[in-house]
């Protein structure tokens, strides 16, 4: 949820040129932050949605929403953001809440040609990003994988990674589930995975945690997913470990010196 208080340090950061956003608190609160984006002159995508306690999750079947009030949402964000000159729209998709006896296949496909339509009538990209359901089920990320990826060629729709929900759901897999979709990759949730009190929690990327052994290992992604000169790498985390600007500044520069000088 975007913090308007905190919107002064999210754009102190150096070398940062491009914010990813959603769930303002009001319309005041998105205004303000699209003339800090003016001024700063930085590159900025929607996470829908867009306000708060707004439909996040339904495309496919209701969690909160009836999906046809959350796709008629969603059309409305994606006209919005094209008109504003969003970099993309991001969406949850597939998202199922739990395992399933169900064609996701077909599901998936009848998803797809909507955000396909939608992408073409707005002329602006529609990012997919597949999620982990109730109680970490990984039903819908395994759909995905199991989703012909030559459909999906056809609709010509981007995807994102969330690592912390990839490697909680593969483990060591991790790899060959995203190599499969390389090239329809546009953004990546780039953060690590903590447990506190039975709880998941993302935790900002350190070189730390490479050798720690209470932390997944991000660096073999990162080189995947760094051939690509076209994919957002998008910094996510939650206060709750209450990390020092110096921790998350140190993993943001071992993040970008990877990219940018790919060296494994």
Known sequence: MSD??????????KDISHIEIGEFPNEASFNDFLELV???NVTFGLHSPLYRNKSKYDLLEKVQYEPEQAWEQFEKEVNYMSQLGAEYI???FPYF?????????AIIE???KRLHFLQEKYSINIVCEPKLGLNRSAFGIRALDN???????KYGIKLCIDIGDYLLATGDRARDYIEKWKRHIKVVHLHNVEFHNNKYIWVPVHPSHEIDKSHFKVEPLL???SASSEVFFVFEHTPHTNPTETFVDEGISWVKEIIENKVF
């Open 4 to 13: 308007p208080e905190k919107f002064p340090l999210l754009f102190s950061k």
């Open 38 to 40: 003016k001024k700063k």
């Open 90 to 92: 991001l969406v949850h």
């Open 97 to 105: 809440k739990e395992e399933q006896d169900i064609d996701t296949n």
């Open 110 to 112: 009848r998803g797809l």
């Open 147 to 153: 989703f012909p990826i030559e459909i999906w060629d």
């Open 223 to 225: 080189s995947l997913l």
